[in-house]
């Protein structure tokens, strides 16, 4: 289905999908539905194929709310920033890798699946080094029920993916973008209980700031993530670039219960997943497996088997 709209003003239902466009038309299709919740924003993806193969958006009249489906590689959003403060609030997560928000000279690197939140008027920019499937939303200031100087507290601070009440959030929005109220009342009680939740999700960030090695760790997977197709990704190749031991990054990683090695094959796995099951991407599966920074071929389909239970053939075989 391409971009489509219900008719009535307090409700309103946007669907993309690339297969429906015409590249130069889809493109600019997919950046209507995002100008719809972020407003003008300047797009750079690397890669080949669409920017976004779909997306979703459902917008009411205090709320809105929209997943797309980017392509698996980087891909940036900026915005320049308004002259007025427009007083809203975005929250935006990416689920199939990192996210990067830069916004007022402050940084926060985002797990997969891990909830920020923004001011919607202030210049950002959203760096997704695999890119993926982002989610976001947009409501007004006074929605969040905090004062300007908590508000600023809330902002730009990483909310954990499986923190309960955002799991809750999460499960809501979902609904409307799946289903989407059918009247106005309807409307109206779906955003009385989206506002619900909210300062429930924001009573995780009352808490205190995360400490020095909390805020480390993010910056070095999200260095991992970056340089996922260097071949020679190694621990001592982040840590010089962190002015540490290659022993404390280990050390870090294990403490969550992982390695620097499973840490970089989960990712690696998963984003030769993505580019294999990116409709319209035909490169060889050989060519994923380098992009993403395997040598041996033949490992990489045993490890893709193993994670998978299936062959990357197999995978791609069942998009076509």
């Known amino acids: 289905m391409g971009l489509e709209r219900t008719p009535a003003a307090i409700i309103a239902a946007m669907h993309y999908s690339a297969a429906d466009h015409a590249v130069p038309e889809g493109e600019r299709a997919f950046r209507r539905l995002l100008a719809e919740i972020v407003g003008e924003v300047d797009i750079e ?10 997306g979703m958006l459902c917008k009411l009249s205090q709320l809105c709310v929209a997943t797309c489906f980017l392509g698996g590689s980087r891909t940036a959003v900026r915005h320049p920033g308004q002259a007025e403060p427009a007083g809203d ?20 690197a985002a797990g997969p699946g891990e909830l920020v939140f923004l001011a919607a008027s202030v210049a950002y920019e959203w760096d997704l080094p695999l890119g993926g499937r982002i989610d976001c939303a947009r409501l007004p200031a006074s929605a969040m ?37 059918h009247s106005v009342q309807e409307a109206e009680m779906a955003q009385t209980h989206f506002n619900e939740l909210l300062p429930l999700v924001t009573g995780y960030l009352k808490a205190p700031v995360p400490d020095a090695r909390a805020r480390r760790l993010a910056r070095i ?13 190694t621990a001592a190749m982040i840590a010089r670039m ?33 580019m294999i099951e990116q409709p319209g991407d035909r490169r060889p599966i050989s060519a994923v497996a380098y992009e993403v920074g395997f040598g041996d071929l033949s490992y990489f389909n045993r490890a893709f088997r193993q994670r998978y239970g299936e062959a990357p053939s197999a995978v791609r075989a069942a998009v076509a």
């Open 45 to 54: 993806a690397e890669g080949l194929g669409p920017i976004c193969s779909r």
């Open 89 to 108: 609030i975005l929250m935006v997560r990416a689920m199939e890798g990192p996210l990067i928000v830069r916004q007022g000279g402050r940084e926060v």
């Open 145 to 181: 029920r905090m004062a300007d100087g908590q508000l600023g507290r809330v902002l730009l601070r990483s909310i954990p993916r499986d923190f309960p009440p955002l799991q809750l959030l999460v499960t809501y929005g979902a609904y409307l973008l799946m289903r989407g109220p």
């Open 221 to 233: 997977k999200a260095d991992i993530d970056a340089h996922l197709a260097h071949p020679d990704l």
């Open 242 to 274: 962190h002015g540490v031991t290659p022993r404390y990054i280990q050390r870090l990683l294990q403490e969550e219960g992982t390695t620097f090695s499973r840490v970089v094959l989960d990712r690696r796995l998963a984003a030769a997943r993505r």
